[in-house]
Structure formats: C-alpha cells, structure tokens
C-alpha cells in the first residue's frame, strides 16, 4: 500500500500520539513524557509498511533527530488523522453540534420517556434512556418507586450527586418561610438553577412524589433552539448576550454565593454550549451606561423568545415520574398552583461528564456484545 497523506500530519501531533509502551502506560493508557521532553526540530524520517499491534496494517515512523521509532495502526490514523471522520465528528457532547434543537410541536407524540423497570433491567433502554438526555435535553422516566429520597437512587444509576446548599436532596412543595419562590405556590417562569454558582449543576432530576394540586403543571424549554433563533434574527443581540458577563447572586442566612458569566455561552469555535437564564437571581451588574443599555435591550428579546408559547413544552407529572433534564440547555418552568393543595416533588443535581461517561461505556458494552 502506498504511504497516505494521512500519515504526514504536523510531526509534533504525531509524535504526541506515539502508542508505543516508552510513550504510553500500557495499563492506563497516559502518556509518560511532557511535550517539553520532545526533541526541537522534530521531523517524520523514514516510513514503512508494518503489521499493527491490533492485527491489522500499520505504519512505522523513524523519528529524526532521536530515532525513536513509532507504530501507528493505519485503521487510528484513518480515524484520527487530520480531515478524517474523528475531525469531522469532533465533540464532547455540549454544544449545539451534539443536540437536537426542539420546539414544542417537534416533540408532539413523541416525548423521551421509558418506564423505571425498563430502565433498569434492560442496557438497550438505558443507553437510550441517557442518549435521550443528551440529545434532546432531558427524559421522563415513569413509574419510579414513590419513596423517600429515590431521586437519589435514580442519580446513582448513571452518575454522582451533586451536594449543594439545599443538601443532597431538595422538596420542592410549600414551605412556611421560604428562602426561594420555588417552596411556594407561584407561577415560576423558564429558567435554569443555579446560574449564581461556576460550575453550575449540568443535570437536575425532579422526582413526583405527589400532585393533587390545582394548577402546577410542569413546562421545559429548549434554551439552545432560542438562543439559537436570537442569533438568527437579532445577531448583534446575541453577541452583547455571549460577551457581557450577567451578575447571579443568591443569599440566604447560611450561604452567599455569586457567579459572573454571561447569559449565552459559546465554545470558540462559536457553537452554543451553555445557557443561564434566570429572572431571580440577576444581580445589579456594574458596567458602563452603553454596555448596560446594549445588554438590557438584549436581554429583552432574548426573554421574549424564551416565552414564545411554540417554544415551550407542557406537561404535568403525575406521582412516580422523574424528569432528569440538562440544566445548562433547558429552562423549566411551572404554572402556579393552590398552595391548599398537595404538590411534591424531591429533586437534586447531578453532573454531565457522569452520563456521558455511562454513555460511553454502554455504548461500548453495545459494540463488543
């Protein structure tokens, strides 16, 4: 076989990828060199023909000016290679890149939901389960156990609980002196939680334990499809929200906490990776009179299209259903509800890199099976 372009990519990539065992651990993997040890003027010298340590063809690369040989599979270097199918589908499953943008009417019949059984007898179920997550932004899992304190237990199915101020867990039902208008009866409008804390909490689960309240009905939207129309329609509105850092604060008798990062976040290459949107814990912001004019009239509209009733799905959770939802993506929400009546839910915060590791490694599990 004659030598590809692939295997001449920059030689200090390369290099950096050697997989022999003087560059890699052979148990874990890791490289045991740092890029300063790498000899200056690094270049490809010689290549040839060789038999990879998986079975298949390979390359062998002489190095210059060290000789340090290295064996590269030619099925990785197809893979990997720069312009190859990695490059291609490169993502770490945070941006819009990765996502299913939705409105309410793309959705209509056809809600991510599995029942709990299901879920956890069945790996084809789970990893559709958690790819649903990431995909669109959230899943129903119906019939979980109405018990104290399983929002926890369905956590640890794919990840870690997050620990916060309000604890391991939080009820969210009407408290006598509430810190949050989330443990009262009033209408709560989209927004994602937590936007006063860096890290903020990726993932939130929300477990029905009871709901005979008037009113309470539950409602998601899909704060990367609007950020995205903002772009469309109002670009200069959606760089002020990308570029001007928002002021989150939250304090209550036992905690003070504030975060400093801006409504819409993009990667660099400007793809969508995370929203934070909530109306309650905007703090005073401190910037210049033009910079606090351009930032309020985009933060306007960008309110405006996070109510546009096309945008946001409606739904009520009846005892034993779970919704586990990507809160740097979706903003919930809910309507108002009797404050006579009974409405409870236990919720908590997880972590992405947790079910995407899950993920991955059922992913895995699939293939080799």
Excluded at 4 to 11: D, E, K, L, V
Excluded at 66 to 80: E, F, K, Q, V
Excluded at 209 to 224: H, I, K, Q
Excluded at 357 to 363: E, H, K
Aim: proline share 7%; hydrophobic share 40%.
């Amino acid at each position: 076989m004659s030598v590809p372009a692939i295997t001449r990519p920059p030689a200090p990539w390369l290099r950096d990828n050697c997989p022999c065992a003087e560059c890699r651990d052979p148990r874990t993997g890791q490289k045991l060199f740092q890029i300063t040890e790498l000899p200056a003027g690094l270049a490809v010298g010689p290549v040839r023909e060789a038999a990879a340590a998986d079975g298949g063809p390979g390359w062998e690369v002489e190095w210059q000016p060290d000789g340090h040989r290295s064996l590269y599979p030619a099925r990785w270097l197809d893979a990997h290679g720069p312009g190859g199918p990695a490059y291609r589908a490169a993502g770490d499953g945070r941006t819009e890149a990765d996502k299913e943008l939705w409105t309410a009417a793309d959705l209509d019949g056809r809600i991510p939901q599995a029942g709990w059984d299901a879920y956890i007898g069945s790996r084809e179920v789970r990893e559709q389960v958690l790819d649903s997550v990431v995909r669109l932004g959230f899943v129903l899992l119906r019939e979980v156990p109405c018990r104290d304190r399983m929002v926890l237990d369905v956590a640890r199915t794919f990840g870690f609980v997050r620990e916060t101020n309000y604890g391991e867990l939080f009820d969210v039902r009407v408290e006598a002196d509430p810190n949050n208008l989330a443990f009262t009866g009033a209408l709560i409008t989209p927004h994602t939680d937590n936007p006063y804390r860096d890290p903020v909490p990726t993932l939130q689960l929300l477990h029905c334990l009871r709901n005979e309240a008037r009113g309470g009905d539950s409602g998601l939207v899909d704060g990367f499809r609007a950020a995205a129309l903002l772009r469309e329609r109002e670009p200069a509105a959606f760089e002020v929200l990308t570029r001007v850092p928002a002021e989150f604060a939250f304090a209550d008798a036992h905690c003070e906490l504030r975060a400093h990062r801006p409504m819409i976040d993009v990667d660099p290459l400007g793809q969508i990776r995370e929203v934070r949107f909530n109306n309650r814990s905007l703090s005073t912001l401190h910037q210049p009179a033009a910079v606090l004019e351009e930032f309020y009239a985009a933060y306007r509209l960008f309110g405006e299209l996070l109510e546009q009733p096309g945008l946001r799905l409606d739904f009520r959770l009846a005892p034993g259903d779970c919704v586990v939802f990507d809160n740097t993506r979706l903003l919930h929400a809910r309507t108002a509800f009797a404050e006579s009546g009974g409405r409870h839910l236990q919720g908590t915060y997880a972590d992405l890199d947790g079910l995407l590791s899950t993920l991955a490694v059922l992913r895995r599990e699939g293939a080799s099976a």
